[in-house]
Each structure stands twice: as C-alpha cells, then as structure tokens.
C-alpha cells in the first residue's frame, strides 16, 4: 500500500511563502500523476495543481503565478511552493498521487493545515 507523507503547513501573514512536501513510500511502476488538492472550511475539496511522471504540469486560475509545484524523483518527494499566499488560501491541504497504470488508483496523503491570516 503506497503512503503519501505531507509537512510544510503552518500559520502564515499574507503576502507570506510556505513549501509544502509530500513523498511516497515507494517510487510508482509505471505513468501516474501527483498533485495538490485543498479543502476550505464549508467547501468542497478542489484540485489546485498537479505533475504528472513526463513532467507536465497545470494550475488552477486562483494560483497561477503564485504557486509553483515540482518534484524531486531521487527523494520519491513533490512540493508546492505558494508565495504571496492569501487569507483564501487558508485550507487543508491534501497530497495525491493517481496512478493511471494501475485503473486511475488514487492515494491521499494525510492533510496539512494551511493558514493565512494577519
């Protein structure tokens, strides 16, 4: 069973940086994609940015230009980089990892608290 590990949350002012990190237990067999998914508080959990094993990767409009996702395949790791983070970026982050190889299987990490608040 692949487990996702998150860290990097924390309580940050606006206009602040945090990285957030999640690694695999195991490096995936075979074409999967990764990513990022938050959940606010009375919202549904959305998709803000995901990698996919070729290296493609897309965001969703509210974090273009603020949020750079990458990933260290030595380390089985992925990041988020969220700069100029905003009090609506506060939230609970989720890791994902989709392995398209194996029927779309999906694994969630634990979830990291974000907050942005003055």
């Known amino acids: 069973q692949l487990q996702l590990a998150e860290s990097g949350g924390g309580l940050v002012h606006p206009g602040g940086s945090l990285r957030l990190s999640c690694t695999l237990s195991?490096?995936?067999?075979?074409?999967?994609?990764i990513g990022w998914f938050r959940q606010a508080p009375g919202k549904e959990r959305e998709g803000i940015s995901c990698?996919?094993?070729?290296?493609?990767?897309t965001y969703t409009d509210s974090v273009k230009g603020r949020f750079t996702i990458s990933r260290d395949n030595a380390k089985n790791t992925m990041y988020l980089q969220m700069n100029n983070l905003k009090p609506e970026d506060t939230a609970v982050y989720y890791c994902?990892?989709?392995?398209?190889?194996?029927?779309?299987?999906?694994?969630w990490g634990q979830g990291t608290q974000v907050t942005v608040s003055s």
């Open positions: 195991a490096p995936p067999r075979g074409y999967y994609t």
């Open positions: 994902n990892a989709r392995m398209i190889y194996d029927n779309n299987r999906n694994y």
């Open positions: 990698i996919s094993s070729r290296n493609g990767s």
